[in-house]
């Protein structure tokens, strides 16, 4: 990335207007370039036939175009997935790689890319969303634009181990790759996710997925054997699952007892009001309660 100028896209769901506009007015008085056509379409039209054709030429357009090298997603919500047979990935791999922010249904896109052309993305909100908001988790986000071209960006969280206690094991390393467990789970035996993610530090959360269906995605994962050799897993919040309150805790204990590897958890990500950024793509370490990533562009993964 060589520049400050932000393209807020919207390949999925149709964003809170107000709220964006209001976020986008909030950006440009903090300094920063932010381009924004909006897609006029409704949330039906969006999801015809018609609607997926036109969204994907719109995910293209910014995948493909110059001007801007952080595309931010206004929001996730659905559809995603629909997108990706429809784009022309040979174009997209020889194009200059963009940064692609957002999560929830988004994580589709950005699993594709990381996977077909090796792009790396940003886990993190979305101002056409609410949980967007004002905080520190927006602060890091937006100084990661201020000045695109100042590398390696960073970024650090708390963890804890699931069950509770003392980390088994003091250090991990790997590359971190992750994002919203029930789509990710959609894309495994697909082009769009890797068959081999050994050596990575996988991250995932969820929002409105009761315990059962966490625990038949998590079975997937295992029996797909796509955890082996993965080095550490990190859950992120999985909220309002049955309409009510999660027992996340207890969740995540069953998650870490059927794992091949060491499990933790972090309250600091997810469908929440402060949901710090996670990179994919970039060089991350788990040490102790602290998961820390770097990412420096001369380094990442194809």
Known sequence: MTGRSLMV??????????????????????????????????????????????????????????????????????????????????????????LLVGFSDVTAIQSALYTLAGWPALHGPMPGSPLWGEGPHIDQLLSYFDEAGRMPLRGSLDVDPAGGGEPKERNHQGILFGGCLSVLSGLIGTPYLRSDLSGHILFFEDTGESVSRVLRYWRQWLDSGLLAGVHAVVLGRFTNADGSATDEAWLAAQIAERAPCCVYTCQQFGHIPENYPLMLGAHATLNGRRLSWVFDPQLRSE
Do not use: F
Request: charged share 25%; aromatic share 4%; hydrophobic share 40%.
């Open 9 to 98: 896209i919207e390949p999925c769901g149709p964003p809170e207007d107000q709220c964006l506009q209001d976020n986008v007015a909030a950006m440009r008085t903090a300094g920063l370039e932010v381009d924004h056509e909006p897609l006029l379409m409704s949330t039906r039209d969006r999801l015809s036939w018609e609607g997926a054709s036109t969204r994907a030429a719109h995910l293209q357009a910014a995948l493909l175009q110059d001007a801007s090298d952080v595309l931010l997603s206004a929001r996730g919500g659905y559809g995603a997935s629909e997108l990706l047979h429809l784009l022309d990935w040979t174009r997209i791999k020889r194009s200059p790689w963009k």
